[in-house]
T-cell receptor, first 114, second 112 residues
Framework: DVKVTQSSRYLVKRTGEKVFLECVQD?????MFWYRQDPGLGLRLIYF???????EKGDIPEGYSVSREKKERFSLILESASTNQTSMYLC?????????????FGPGTRLLVL | AQSVTQLGSHVSVSEGALVLLRCNYS??????LFWYVQYPNQGLQLLLK??????LVKGINGFEAEFKKSETSFHLTKPSAHMSDAAEYFC??????????FGAGTRLTVKP
């Protein structure tokens, strides 16, 4: 089974702090994704990566950056956390860029910014 | 542009009743369609997907969905709801794998 793990289930941070969310997948998947989930809005794509050191902006990249130094690991960085970044963050991975591919999700990190 | 609309943010059914969760899509190319389920405090899990083979797709836990091109729909059904089906359900359309569009979600409540 594909396993996608996220470093924290719950995080509480202060406004202005730098926040790191880490995601690891164990199935040698090419693609990795970071989504943000908010009630009534579904999932919105922040960034995705299709290869090591490669990244593309999604729909809502402002205030976020990412890093993929190794194939299995994809990090989301909030350079200076703000209260409007309080949300559930979901990481996903998929085998390839074929559009029939299933995305496999981690359990999510619920971030509260005070 | 590819998008999905889920009709009804909340659906409530009695245990043993039919479950029907609605999803309509728009896509400029033949769509690939997915249903995911999210149980409380968990990530999303694939229920089923349509990738241009059979129009009636069977998934896990007794769920199925029918692709209807004429109606641009991909509604999710289960003949008899179980308490364990209580969760949030997301419909998604894939234009390419780097552009999967999710609906806003439908929260299913199952009453005893």
């Amino acid at each position: 089974d594909v396993k996608v793990t996220q470093s924290s289930r719950y995080l509480v941070k202060r406004t202005g702090e730098k926040v790191f969310l880490e995601c690891v997948q164990d199935m040698d998947h090419e693609n990795m994704f970071w989504y943000r989930q908010d009630p009534g809005l579904g999932l919105r794509l922040i960034y995705f990566s299709y290869d090591v050191k490669m990244k593309e902006k999604g729909d809502i990249p402002e205030g976020y950056s990412v890093s993929r130094e190794k194939k299995e690991r994809f990090s989301l960085i909030l350079e200076s956390a703000s209260t409007n970044q309080t949300s559930m963050y979901l990481c996903a991975s998929s085998l390839s860029a074929d559009r029939s591919e299933t995305q496999y999700f981690g359990p999510g990190t619920r971030l509260l910014v005070l | 542009a590819q998008s999905v609309t889920q009709l009804g943010s909340h659906v409530s059914v009695s245990e043993g009743a039919l479950v029907l969760l609605r999803c309509n899509y728009s896509s400029s190319v033949p769509p690939y369609l997915f249903w995911y389920v999210q149980y409380p405090n968990q990530g999303l899990q694939l229920l089923l997907k349509y990738t241009s083979a059979a129009t009636l797709v069977k998934g896990i836990n007794g769920f199925e969905a029918e692709f209807k091109k004429s109606e641009t729909s991909f509604h999710l059904t289960k003949p008899s709801a179980h308490m364990s089906d209580a969760a949030e359900y997301f419909c998604a359309v894939s234009y390419n794998n780097n552009d999967m569009r999710f609906g806003a979600g439908t929260r299913l409540t199952v009453k005893p």
